[in-house]
């Protein structure tokens, strides 16, 4: 019973390291939109700069704009859900409310950006493991002032 006991305790051991590896690699598309979308709400929004989030999320200088969503992290993470127990996988979603964003648009060739602050409804693409992994479209609310 004892011998038992240890060849399952020392089976868990070598199963629990490849449990964790699986549950990170689902999150990673994740983990990399909000990497590159969201904004903390620990700024002011009006402290937020094109250039410098360009320049500090290495984001590919070959793309003509960027999107940055300015909300609590837990907002994106309740897009694909629709309740406690139910999530959305592998769809376009419309969030019922709009975010503030700051959308980066390249003025030259050598990485300039200009910065565009409005409100907006985003779609948002629920991955095949229920977290958003992409902005499909936007639809302007109001346009924000710098």
Not at 14 to 23: D, E, I
Request: include cysteine; hydrophobic fraction near 35%; glycine fraction near 4%.
């Amino acid at each position: 019973m004892a011998s038992t006991l240890k060849a399952l305790g020392s089976l868990l051991a070598l199963l629990f390291p490849l449990c964790g590896l699986l549950v990170h690699s689902q999150n990673l598309s994740w983990r990399e939109f909000m990497k590159q979308h969201h904004l903390s709400t620990n700024w002011e929004f009006s402290k937020y700069k094109c250039n410098d989030l360009m320049r500090e999320r290495c984001i590919p200088k070959n793309k003509n704009y960027h999107i940055f969503i300015y909300t609590l992290w837990h907002k994106i993470v309740h897009i694909c859900m629709r309740n406690w127990g139910d999530r959305h996988r592998n769809v376009y979603i419309w969030a019922t409310y709009p975010f503030e964003v700051l959308k980066c648009i390249r003025k030259n060739s050598r990485g300039n950006y200009k910065d565009y602050k409005s409100y907006s409804y985003i779609e948002f693409h629920c991955s095949r493991n229920a977290f958003v992994d992409g902005i499909e479209d936007m639809r302007l609310l109001e346009d924000i002032s710098n």
